[in-house]
């Protein structure tokens, strides 16, 4: 075992080995359609059913998110890679940022990918501010999956990677 130093790399480096799967998360502020990767995603609670995912106070999907009432989680598969990297580049021109990326609309207006194997749409529950980031809970309103069951996309030590043997 060897301690490491207690820092924010250092964190990234033990969580990195949590493997996690990837979504999308999507809202649309002001007409203006946001979109951001995330792995913070978890599902909270059954009873009422719940989601939650984290977002960094800075970002501009949380300034959205405090201007509207809905969003929704497309869980993506493996080989989503580009799209995952998409919407994860730090200041990517928001207009069209889906011309690119195919996509439905749920009955709010929120984009969700095609490609996803699962969709969440949600009203936003509360926002708990926990240091940088902000905990996002979602009253789950809709819940649909893909014909297609294929594999997840996963992200592992800071890279994208297929489920082994699928
Ligand atoms: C695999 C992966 C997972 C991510 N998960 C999160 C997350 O859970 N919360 C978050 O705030 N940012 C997360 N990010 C970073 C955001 O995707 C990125 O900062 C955001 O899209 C930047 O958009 P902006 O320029 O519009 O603020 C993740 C990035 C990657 C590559």
Redesign the pocket.
């Known amino acids: 075992m060897r301690e490491l130093e207690l820092d924010a790399q250092s964190l990234r480096t033990v969580a990195g080995r949590y493997a996690t799967g990837?979504a999308v998360v999507t809202a649309v502020a002001d007409g203006v359609e946001h979109a951001?990767?995330?792995?913070?995603f978890a599902s909270l609670s059954l009873d009422p059913l719940l989601v939650l995912?984290?977002?960094?106070r800075s970002?501009?999907?949380h300034e959205a998110l405090k201007q509207t009432s809905h969003f929704a989680v497309s869980v993506l598969p493996e080989g989503a890679d580009h799209t995952?990297?998409w919407?994860?580049?730090?200041?990517?021109p928001l207009a069209d940022q889906f011309a690119e990326v195919p996509h439905m609309r749920s009955e709010h207006g929120v984009p969700l990918v095609s490609e996803a194997l699962g969709w969440i749409e949600c009203s936003i529950h509360s926002m708990i501010s926990a240091g940088d980031?902000d905990i996002v809970i979602g009253s789950v309103e809709k819940l649909s999956i893909s014909e297609q069951d294929a594999a997840p996309l996963l992200?592992w030590k800071g890279r994208f990677h297929g489920l082994p043997g699928s």
Do not use: Q
């Not at 995912?53 to 960094?56: G, S």
């Not at 919407?87 to 990517?92: I, Y």
């Open positions: 990837v951001m990767t995330t792995n913070s995912f984290c977002v960094e970002s501009r999907f995952a990297r919407f994860s580049l730090r200041g990517r980031h992200f």
